[in-house]
């Protein structure tokens, strides 16, 4: 490390250049104009996820008009949109608000450290030449904003399988998609049940001979219109930034019901979704491929745009296995009850690896932090951790309605600390009822895998996580930032 050189500093740091570091540059420059803020980012580009994952097919999963940011209308006429329009979108906010120019590329942060002495933060970060050489390179700054997604970037989540060096095809991961794969004319299985699962199997039928979806238990799945007709007419009418901000308030509104409607009533709720499975495959069709036994909103729904999926099994170029892989074989996966699926290519789509502030360790004072033993302050900040904010979205509503209130959240923040000559804050609890739970009340495997790396939620406000937007609105937007909790110095 060039230490030879002081450290470059910043008023803001903010790690990340996808959906969520734009959105919040775009927010720093509106709010907190006299700040001055960079961003690092690991890879060479914009975008995060929307760059990284180019699986045949890969769009959204819930609509542009609540994925999309609050200043910045969605006028694409598919609502759920193809991952290339999605990256454009945030390359265009990143351009047209000269955002793109604030990013430092591959720029890995590797490390975080809080000095309360000099209240500032002093950031490592491994710059690579994009030629192999890398060095590292040190900056510091007052505030550190991570916005670097929920998933680990150099690999997916792939559990071993018997007997898979015997497999004489192609086995390829979602995330590391080789764009030179040809899978036109070949059989193909895709092991999964979630949001990529139900993706891949339309888009692959297309050119592949067939495509099995084979999963370890079901999952529930929605059709939905790509395109949004109350959308088009509105724009029509009355422009894209009415049309944006009515659509954006409705579906906010229906996911929201929907979501309280399949807690309180799961049974009404699972017959509802199954009826809809039913009328898309027909009386025939064994729907218990998709039943699974938890209640839905355990887990995320899968939504199928314009229902591609049961599309694709009406015509038989797909087909769904509900079984448990016993081991792969030469020529395909042999499961538990004897019977094999034959195979060209396996597509292993089995998920992330969920990974808080992109892999950064992060010490106060000279002492590392282990994040699963702090709390989670109004879902963005950590107990005892000054100076820090972590962007992170719903598990039941889009990604951006949580990340845009986060950012806002932020700014005023920051501009309450100025006025007040303040230089610190730093949430701390000192409410000994309030009770320890766990980060996220969901089932899926990615969060299971990972909740013991995860910091806690606590029993009550400003420590508990509702995952609901409007409860945000009030708390983030219109309370108070001297709440008793965050403690400022
Ligand atoms: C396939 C897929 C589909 C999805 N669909 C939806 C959807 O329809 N709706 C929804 O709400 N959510 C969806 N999500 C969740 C999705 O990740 C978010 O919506 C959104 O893209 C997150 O944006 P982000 O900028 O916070 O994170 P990311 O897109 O993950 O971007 C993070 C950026 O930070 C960089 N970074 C990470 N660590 C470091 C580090 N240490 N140093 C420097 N840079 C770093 C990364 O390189 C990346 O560029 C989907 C996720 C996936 C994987």
Redesign the pocket.
């Known amino acids: 490390m060039d230490t030879s050189k002081p450290a470059e500093h910043f008023d803001v740091l903010i790690?990340?250049?996808?959906?969520?570091?734009?959105?919040a540059g775009y927010h720093l420059q509106q709010k907190c104009p006299d700040k001055r803020f960079v961003i690092?980012?690991?890879?060479d580009?914009?975008?995060?996820?929307?760059?990284?994952?180019r699986?045949p097919g890969?769009?959204?999963?819930?609509?542009m008009f609540?994925?999309g940011y609050s200043f910045k209308p969605w006028t694409d006429p598919k609502a759920?949109a193809d991952?290339p329009s999605?990256l454009n979108y945030?390359r265009e906010t990143a351009a047209e608000n000269g955002i793109d120019k604030k990013i430092r590329y591959r720029?890995?942060?590797?490390r975080a450290s809080w000095s309360t002495q000099d209240a500032r933060w002093t950031i490592e970060?491994e710059r690579s030449s994009g030629e192999g050489a890398s060095d590292v390179v040190r900056f510091t700054c007052n505030f550190l904003l991570?916005?670097?997604?929920?998933?680990r970037?150099t690999d997916g989540y792939r559990p071993e399988f018997a007997g898979d060096s015997d497999f004489k095809g192609q086995i390829v991961h979602?995330?590391k998609w080789p764009q030179s794969l040809d899978y036109a004319g070949k059989r193909v299985v895709v092991i999964g049940s979630g949001?990529?699962a139900v993706?891949l199997v339309p888009a692959m039928a297309e050119k592949a001979s067939h495509v099995t979806m084979l999963q370890r238990s079901p999952s529930y799945v929605v059709a939905r219109p790509a395109q949004d007709q109350l959308a088009i007419t509105l724009r029509r009418k009355f422009g894209d930034k009415v049309a944006y901000h009515v659509i954006r308030w409705r579906n906010v509104l229906l996911g929201m019901f929907f979501f309280q409607f399949a807690r309180k009533r799961p049974e009404r709720f699972k017959r509802m979704v199954l009826g809809g499975v039913r009328m898309a495959l027909g009386p025939d069709y064994d729907i218990a491929h998709f039943n699974p036994r938890y209640n839905p909103w355990d887990q995320r729904l899968c939504?199928v745009p314009d229902g591609d999926l049961f599309k694709s099994l009406r015509e038989k170029r797909a087909s769904m296995v509900t079984g448990e892989i016993d081991r792969f074989t030469d020529g395909g996966i042999r499961l538990k009850d004897g019977s094999e699926l034959k195979a060209d290519i396996i597509v292993t789509a089995t998920g992330?690896v969920l990974?808080l502030?992109?892999?950064?360790e992060v010490s106060v004072d000279g002492s590392k932090v282990d994040l699963a033993k702090t709390m989670n302050y109004k879902g963005m900040m950590y107990s005892d951790i000054p100076n820090l904010v972590s962007?992170?979205?719903?598990t039941n509503?889009?990604?951006?309605?949580k990340?845009d209130l986060t950012c806002e959240y932020v700014c005023r923040l920051l501009n309450y600390m100025d006025q007040q000559g303040y230089r610190q804050c730093m949430p701390h609890n000192i409410d000994p009822t309030i009770e320890q739970l766990p980060a996220l009340e969901f089932s899926s495997g990615y969060v299971q895998r990972a909740l013991p790396t995860l910091p806690k939620q606590g029993s009550k406000r400003p420590w508990r996580l509702y995952q609901n937007y409007a409860f945000d609105i009030v708390a983030l937007r219109l309370g108070k930032v001297d709440d008793g909790v965050m403690k400022y110095s």
Not at 107 to 110: A, I, P, T
Not at 146 to 151: A, R
């Open positions: 790690v990340g250049a996808g959906l969520s570091g734009i959105g690092l980012e690991g890879r580009c914009i975008g995060g996820t929307w760059d990284l994952f699986y890969i769009r959204s999963d819930s609509d609540t994925l759920i991952g999605i945030v720029h890995q942060v590797k970060a991570s916005c670097s997604g929920y998933y970037y979602p995330q949001a990529t993706t939504l992330l990974q502030m992109g892999g950064v962007v992170f979205g719903y509503a889009s990604w951006t309605l990340c």
